[in-house]
């Protein structure tokens, strides 16, 4: 027979299926040596008779038939009239009889409670000051928590099965508590390992978790052992007990005063620290100090920190290091890329940065489960304060800016490693391997650079197609990355373009025609994704896309071919240029448009040709050079001028083109993959053809060799890491291996956020908060803000009177299409998403670099 009460310090700790996260959290600690307040659980199984009594009647079918507020309420009034059987009276009364004291707290405790990844924070009842003589009123009213219609509300979201719904019950001994609280053993404001986080307020800690005081916050360094903030905060009210029960809120009598002293402060921090330490995981407490005495209340695992992967992790008190996360900074996305894709990623990045990237761990782009990243620290030790700095402002001037606000020599305790070092020999060697290339642009013919580049992309790009269409996937794979070098080889045109319009630049410094100058940058020749948006926008325009109402109609009519010739051939033409483009283009697993038509009509459908940017960008651009050509000949150097421009004009473009031979290449190499999927599939070997990007280059080798590997073996080891990220929502951008955040600040001027300037104009709109391309459409006169982009946002560049982004610099995707399209933009104000709510008018000056908040909206449709 189970066992339906359980004291705290019984001999062997129950299962969490017998009495809740939160009662077996309480025996664990209790049973470790914690100092808990005596108390005993009330085991799922106590509850069986009340449990098959509700999950027997009519109120409860109409619940599970109806999810309503009102369902829930009628089975929980019902719940709450429950009495203790004889039977389950006589075993609690002798074990109730057992603690000391005359009031006690009831707590439930779900099995499905205080887990990672479900809180259900504050939507179980707790009951305060109970007497003895009404515990079994409380008793019933905890139980019938779990019929909450915000606890049914939250199961439903969460995947959780409402049959499954059972509750256990705690009863403790009541902690008379002078001050109390919570406590953190990371700092949840800046995600720290290092810092515990403290907030104490007088009396009952429920006026903390019930907001009818401000509590005190502390900031203790759990590594230096000292306390680095605190916050004293007027404590006007606090919940009391009662000398006959219950609790009641009353005037503390030193509102101001702190609520911890320094010495109660370090004891605490050490016990929460301890906490930590017991679970190997992050915690959240609960604690109370009575009469001096300290006591844990309760612990749970923290559900939103943002974990660090375990190899860029440092030990506490060692060396720190500094990251930044590159895909997010230069790519525009931060979500993981697949196994195989990341794998892939890193070999390009390696013959992109001239070798830079080699090196793994030890080098200064650590690349792995999913992501890509730029040690900091060992850039600044291998290339040198000064020189690391300024690669890393050129990337994104706001990032250097706040890296550059550091105390770098927190970062830089360790040797240089010998691979940084190599990194920064690979750098010189790459641009000194440059320099012919952009001299014979620069100075012989920059068209026949510019024409030879065109000829080797174009015989690259058919390699490629031939490569995975007749080779096995991994020696595709393995043969990419010199394919692709060969085009780097030749784009010394794109480097002469770049220096064209620094000499443009510096021609007209001091004459306040910066505007005009990126204007020039507008449309310019060979760049895809400018292209693409123009082929995007002659589709959505096409009178047969503006006749097609509904996504099916659409993919019918591709299907079927019931288009008109004109707009199949736009189509076609599309898919076969630009069909590789779609969200994480870099990822080899991400799916194709030839795949799933409908990514394309969610582009298409998205687009507002009724107000669009491109419809004049040609004669901006023309009246731009007009306007420089005028001011060139009034100084003298018109000849100059056109020279230059005319090298910008013709060549700059084709800085995009790389890139989309990369993203070509890994469409292609994604339909060899799933083709061997699904031989895998057909084989009994996968469970699903997607499963091949879950395994690395060298295990499909193995496959294709004919060898017994066991797959799942393979793919769960190489997903292991994926589940410590599972849950994040908001990756980071720049984070130390402590989990510290490295939050960029705003400059604020006035009201004015300063950020920088991407391109000119000003322009005043409604904010519209996106957190990916088509969560919610851009509506026309809109100002788009978003963290970063990448191609797949293009289409609603199209529809944006201006862009605020929180990452990104000129030379990012999103500061190329904006001057392209020549839409006002502003970059690098990180924080601003969760400032501005949809609807706030804002104005845009990408000309100046600031956005002005004219009129707040109070609402949050976008948080």
């Known amino acids: 027979m189970d066992k339906k009460i359980f004291s705290f310090n019984t001999a062997n700790i129950p299962k969490l299926t017998e009495v809740g996260g939160k009662a077996k959290a309480l025996i664990e600690t209790t049973k470790a040596g914690f100092p808990v307040p005596e108390g005993i659980a009330l085991s799922v199984a106590f509850f069986e008779e009340w449990l098959k009594e509700v999950k027997e009647s009519e109120e409860w079918n109409l619940l599970i038939k109806d999810t309503s507020k009102e369902n829930c309420d009628k089975v929980k009034t019902m719940a709450e009239k429950f009495i203790l059987t004889s039977k389950q009276k006589a075993e609690f009364e002798a074990r109730i009889s057992q603690l000391e004291g005359s009031v006690f707290a009831v707590r439930s405790s779900s099995p499905e409670e205080d887990l990672e990844g479900t809180s259900f924070a504050g939507m179980y009842e707790t009951f305060l000051g109970v007497t003895r003589d009404s515990l079994e009123k409380f008793i019933a009213r905890a139980f019938a928590s779990c019929f909450d219609f915000r606890v049914m509300e939250y199961k439903k979201q969460n995947n959780i099965d409402l049959m499954g719904t059972c509750i256990a019950v705690i009863v403790q001994r009541q902690i008379v508590s002078d001050v109390s609280g919570v406590g953190f053993s990371l700092n949840p404001l800046n995600n720290c390992f290092d810092e515990v986080f403290i907030n104490a307020s007088f009396g009952l800690g429920e006026a903390i978790v019930s907001g009818i005081v401000t509590p005190d916050s502390y900031i203790f360094d759990s590594v230096k052992n000292k306390i680095i903030k605190k916050e004293i905060n007027e404590k006007k009210t606090g919940l009391w007990l009662k000398n006959d029960g219950g609790i009641e809120e009353k005037q503390n009598a030193n509102p101001k005063k702190t609520a911890l002293t320094d010495q109660q402060i370090k004891k605490l921090a050490h016990l929460i620290k301890k906490c930590e330490k017991h679970y190997d995981k992050p915690m959240d407490t609960e604690w109370a100090f009575e009469k001096g005495e300290l006591y844990l209340l309760q612990s749970r695992p923290i559900t939103t920190y943002i974990p660090v992967l375990k190899e860029l992790m440092t030990k506490a008190g060692e060396p720190k290091k500094l990251y930044i996360d590159y ?351 699904k031989k895998l599939v057909a084989e009994g070997k996968l469970a699903k053809a997607e499963h091949i990007f879950d395994l690395h280059v060298s295990q499909i080798e193995q496959i294709e060799k004919g060898l017994d590997i066991d797959i799942q073996k393979c793919r769960e080891i190489n997903l292991e890491q994926y589940k410590t990220m599972k849950n994040i929502k908001e990756w980071p951008l720049i984070f130390d291996s402590r989990g510290k955040i490295i939050n960029s600040k705003i400059e604020a001027k006035d009201g004015d956020f300063v950020g920088i300037k991407i391109a000119p104009g000003k322009v005043t709109g409604r904010a519209k908060i996106l ?83 004219v009129q707040e909206v109070k609402h949050t449709t976008n948080k």
Not at 416 to 422: G, M, R
Not at 481 to 490: Q, R, Y
Not at 522 to 542: C, F, I, Q, R, V
């Open 327 to 677: 895909n997010l900074m230069m790519q525009g996305f931060g979500e993981q890329m697949s196994v195989l894709g990341t794998e892939l990623w890193y070999e390009m990045l390696c013959v992109i940065k001239g070798g830079v990237g080699k090196g793994g761990l030890k080098g200064i782009m650590p690349t792995l489960h999913g992501k890509c990243y730029m040690d900091v620290s060992n850039m600044y030790l291998g290339f040198g304060k000064k020189n690391a700095f300024s690669m890393i402002k050129q990337m994104a001037e706001n990032i250097g800016n706040t890296i550059g606000d550091l105390d770098m020599n927190e970062y830089t305790q360790m040797p240089a490693t010998t691979e940084a070092k190599q990194a920064k020999r690979n750098t010189v060697k790459y641009g000194l391997g440059m320099i012919g290339p952009v001299f014979k642009s620069m100075v012989l013919d920059y068209k026949k650079s510019r024409d030879s580049y065109v000829k080797t992309a174009s015989t690259c790009l058919s390699e490629i197609e031939q490569i995975t269409k007749n080779e096995k996937f991994s020696m595709a794979a393995k043969k990419m990355p010199d394919i692709f070098g060969v085009v780097l080889n030749e784009i010394g045109a794109t480097i002469a373009g770049m220096l064209a319009i620094k000499s443009i630049e510096k021609m007209f410094r001091g004459k306040d025609v910066d505007d005009l100058i990126i204007n020039l940058g507008m449309d310019l020749e060979g760049n895809p994704t400018s292209e693409m948006g123009h082929l995007l926008y002659e589709l959505a325009s096409h009178q047969d896309f503006k006749n097609t109402s509904t996504e099916q109609e659409f993919l019918d009519n591709i299907r079927n071919k019931t288009y008109s010739n004109d707009f199949m051939v736009k189509y076609e033409t599309y898919l076969k240029k630009y069909g590789v483009r779609v969200f994480k283009e870099i990822d080899v697993a991400s799916t194709r448009i030839h795949e799933d038509p409908s990514l394309l009509y969610e582009k298409l459908v998205n687009i507002n040709t009724d107000s669009s940017q491109l419809s004049n960008v040609s004669i901006r651009s023309k009246h731009a050079y007009d306007k420089l050509f005028s001011i060139a000949k009034d100084g003298g150097f018109e000849k100059k001028f056109a020279k230059k421009a005319e090298v910008y004009k013709n060549t700059f473009g084709y800085r995009e083109h790389p890139k989309y031979i990369i993203v070509f290449t890994f469409a292609k190499l994604h339909d060899k993959a799933l083709e061997l999927g």
């Open 771 to 853: 957190r990916s391309p088509y969560e919610k459409p851009l509506d026309e006169g809109e100002i788009l803000v978003a963290k970063a982009t990448e191609p797949s946002w293009t289409p609603i560049f199209i529809n944006a009177a201006g862009v605020v982004m929180e990452v990104g610099g000129p030379l990012q995707h999103g500061g190329i299409i904006a001057r392209e399209y020549g839409i006002p933009c502003v970059s690098g104000l990180v924080g601003i998403m969760d400032i501005l709510n949809d609807g706030d008018l804002i104005e845009v000056d990408g000309t100046n670099g600031i956005v002005k908040l």
